[in-house]
């Protein structure tokens, strides 16, 4: 007997390229190419015997056709989510299992506890947890959400703000009884400090200050250079090695505990942005949802 649904793939095509505006924009929240999702299209217009999307050199245009059966089509997948929720566990309790990605720093300082609260709520959702300084392909991977850092490209995900992370400068205190500590940005520059290369430029990232109220992209002399994991640059300025810019909370603890001192703090005042990506919403699992909100709200 043959398979009575084989074209709903075509079919969440052809809602992507309506809710994204074109089809190179579909293509990118569903990783995949523009010819590919074109194909798709072209296969459910002739499944239907009907024109759903007029197509012009500028613009993709709902016929009539096609507003009628968009209309159907994200009813039909609504009711799907609405089933798969009915049964992620009895008495309403969640099952299932959700992968998330998140940077080394992320990782290790700020989803432990967010994520020992969540187990704790839902004992019967499995959390697959990848920290990596890398950007992960969702779709792909398949993963359900992801943290990134910095400006976020339009990719047709959605993102969610969770802070805006402040920076500061630190090194250890025996570091600085042998080199002194600098007064400014001048003599910071005759120091041992440690860069981190950006996996994705292969280039230094720059130090983030301000300085005298304006916003300073300031590159580090390299005497010694740390790729791959940003935290090696606070284990090293911990030991000794140099000064390193970090976040607040990933210092926060060594600072207090005098492990590492703050250099220069008349130059802080900047921050980075951490935000939570993921999927447009109907194709979330009720498990990955209550994680989201749960992360969303912590912030």
């Avoid at 130059?267 to 009720?286: K, N, Q």
Wanted: glycine share 8%.
């Amino acid at each position: 007997m043959s398979r009575r649904f084989d074209h709903l793939g075509d079919v969440e095509a052809f809602v992507a390229v309506v809710e994204h505006g074109s089809l190179t924009a579909a293509a990118v929240a569903l990783s995949t190419t523009p010819s590919v999702i074109s194909r798709a299209v072209a296969r459910l217009e002739t499944r239907l015997g009907s024109q759903l999307l007029r197509r012009t050199t500028r613009r993709q245009g709902l016929t009539d056709a096609g507003r009628l059966y968009l209309e159907q089509a994200r009813a039909a997948f609504a009711l799907i989510d609405d089933a798969e929720r009915s049964i992620q566990g009895e008495d309403g309790e969640l099952t299932g299992r959700v992968r998330i990605s998140a940077p080394t720093t992320y990782g290790h300082y700020r989803l432990p506890p967010l994520l020992q609260c969540f187990a704790a709520r839902h004992p019967r959702v499995q959390i697959e947890v990848n920290i990596a300084n890398r950007n992960v392909d969702l779709v792909a991977e398949g993963f359900d959400l992801a943290v990134r850092l910095g400006a976020l490209p339009d990719s047709g995900l959605v993102a969610r703000k969770l802070e805006d992370a402040a920076l500061c400068l630190v090194a250890s205190p025996d570091y600085l009884r042998r080199a002194g500590m600098p007064d400014d940005l001048a003599q910071l520059r005759e120091h041992v400090c440690l860069p981190f290369v950006m996996p994705s430029t292969g280039r230094l990232a720059s130090w983030w200050l301000r300085e005298d109220g304006r916003d300073l992209d300031w590159t580090p002399p390299a005497p010694l250079l740390v790729s791959d994991d940003v935290l090696g640059v606070v284990s090293l300025a911990e030991q000794g090695v140099g000064i390193c810019q970090s976040y607040d909370f990933v210092v926060a603890d060594r600072l207090q505990r005098g492990r590492l001192v703050e250099v220069l703090p008349q130059l802080r005042g900047r921050s980075r942005p951490f935000s939570l990506i993921y999927a447009p919403h109907r194709s979330l699992s009720a498990a990955a949802r209550a994680l989201i909100d749960l992360l969303a709200g912590a912030a």
